[in-house]
């Protein structure tokens, strides 16, 4: 593989290239895209261009650089997630119809949540989560039933970092997230007022494959309001109906994949 005068690789460089972009950054000037990717502007400007020939990536109307179609096909045919989308979107959607607001569907990335599917509506309570975008295990509803389920020595390391609040409500001691890690493996929900965003509340249940690993979470984001309680049950129902399209059933600690 070709290797640059500094010994890197041709694949590091455009490696490099697309980890600039994210779910907040889709377009970039050229300029700005070498600056961020710590190539030489000329070095940039010639891998573009010849990713833009490929479809890898594109120009749009103000000839900012953005990824391409091309690589969106690509990408979205390998996603590792694409059959648990699949069988998730059918719930998703009835459980978006009895909330009104967000519907997410999450997984274990790195230590984070990520994000893979989200559905939503013009007037919804604020969300930080996107498509595509991570926010910390401790702070969010999904990502805590993720870490309730996953090994110990995930949680371990996830309590031993520093535990950034997102709001004054964000839970940020480890003796109390610990307890509640306990409560999410005993009840399967998770249920955060004000974590995220203090006018919002997170609901989250577990999704299940076969032998009760935890592969995603399911959650919800509505008003924080009293009333939040009563839709437990339909994100449970819709948890377990995704579950037993997958051949899951009861989660087992320790078991995400």
Same mark, same amino acid.
């Given at each position: ?73 690509? %990408?979205?045919? +390998? ?6 989308? @699949?069988? *998730?979107?059918?719930?998703? #959607?009835?459980?978006? !119809? $009895? ?87 005993? %009840?399967?929900? +998770? ?6 965003? @203090?006018? *919002?509340?997170?609901?989250? #249940?577990?999704?299940? !494959? $076969? ?47």
């Amino acid at each position: 593989m070709a290797r640059s005068t500094s010994g890197e690789s041709l694949l590091s460089r455009v490696v490099r290239i697309y980890e600039v972009f994210g779910p907040d950054l889709r377009a970039i000037t050229l300029s700005e895209l070498a600056r961020r990717s710590d190539l030489p502007l000329a070095t940039a400007s010639r891998l573009v261009n010849e990713l833009i020939e490929y479809g890898w990536l594109r120009r749009d109307s103000k000839r900012r650089i953005c990824v391409g179609v091309r690589m969106w096909e690509l %990408t979205s045919r +390998a996603a590792p997630t694409l059959g648990l989308q @699949e069988a *998730a979107m059918p719930f998703m #959607v009835d459980l978006h !119809a $009895a909330v009104g607001h967000h519907v997410q569907l999450g997984v274990l990335q790195d230590s984070e949540v990520l994000y893979i599917g989200r559905l939503s509506a013009p007037r919804a309570v604020h969300n930080r989560a996107r498509v595509g975008a991570r926010l910390p295990l401790h702070a969010t509803s999904g990502g805590l039933v993720l870490l309730a389920h996953s090994s110990v020595a995930c949680q371990e390391m996830v309590l031993a970092r520093p535990l950034v609040a997102l709001t004054r409500l964000t839970v940020t001691d480890p003796a109390v997230l610990r307890s509640t890690l306990s409560e999410i493996r005993q %009840t399967e929900v +998770a249920y955060c007022p004000g974590y995220v965003d @203090e006018c *919002a509340t997170g609901i989250a #249940v577990p999704v299940c !494959a $076969a032998g009760g690993r935890v592969v995603a979470a399911l959650s919800i984001l509505v008003p924080h309001e009293p009333a939040a309680r009563s839709l437990i049950p339909a994100v449970r129902a819709a948890g377990r109906g995704i579950s037993r399209i997958l051949g899951g059933d009861s989660p087992r600690v320790g078991r995400i994949v």
